[in-house]
């Protein structure tokens, strides 16, 4: 029997300190790993990137302000819980702002972007069918993210990548349990609309997909149990 060796987190580049822990925060967020509710102490953090306590503070003060970490006074830092107002502004502004990216999606795209998002979509596909469900979110997000990368607007960009990183605590928080994320067909669709230049069913299609994630939340899940800061962020090897 083997067993998992942890390691300490401390940046192998020339990655700041501060940005080596938002990164790490973020992608645990965008695969679920850092569930909604998680206290991010700041000595474990300290610990885990081999980092001082201010470093740490000046890091999850960038990611409150991105809402993927909320500050509380005397209690420290926690990752964000939303609620089911907040869960509905979130798809809500969704909505705006990838109908407002369309446009610009459909008169950018080129045939290198086209390939790329089927490339996503295959490498989602995969990972669903590894039942590797940290992979399957991060590549769900990344396709949305690629969508705005073509847009080339970098204000409505930053705008997304909060939202998407949002949309996944909240999945995690309130979907319904069996109830399916992305779909590769919703995706595919959404990639053959673009390729068509067809922007009045692009559009419609995003919308789809979007109410169908947003139907998919039960605002009366009890939160499920989750692990130790340490093991949700700490890489492990066999």
Known sequence: MTKSKSKKLAPETDEIPEQAIISSIT?????????????????????????????????????????????????????????????????EAR?????????????????????????????????????????ELRLSREFHMKLATIADNQVLERFLTELTLRTTLIIGLYNKVGSSNCAEDEHLGIVQALE???????????????????????FQRTAQPFFTLAEQLTITST
């Open 95 to 135: 909505r705006t702002i990838e109908r407002t990216l369309a446009q610009s999606v459909i008169q950018n795209a080129r045939s290198q972007d086209i390939a790329d998002m089927r490339a996503i979509i295959a490498a989602e596909a995969e990972a669903r069918t590894q039942g590797d469900k940290p992979a």
């Open 196 to 218: 068509a230049k067809d922007e009045k069913r692009f559009i419609f299609l995003i919308d789809q997909h979007l109410n169908h994630l947003e139907s998919g939340l039960d």
């Open 27 to 91: 992608a645990a967020v965008s695969e679920q790993r850092l569930p909604a509710g998680t206290k991010l102490g700041e000595q474990m953090l300290s610990n885990l990137f081999n980092c001082n306590r201010a470093n740490v503070r000046r890091a999850l003060s960038t990611l409150a302000t991105m809402h993927v970490v909320q500050l509380r006074p005397n209690k420290g830092a926690f990752i964000s819980t939303p609620s089911p107002k907040e869960a509905e502004d979130v798809f």
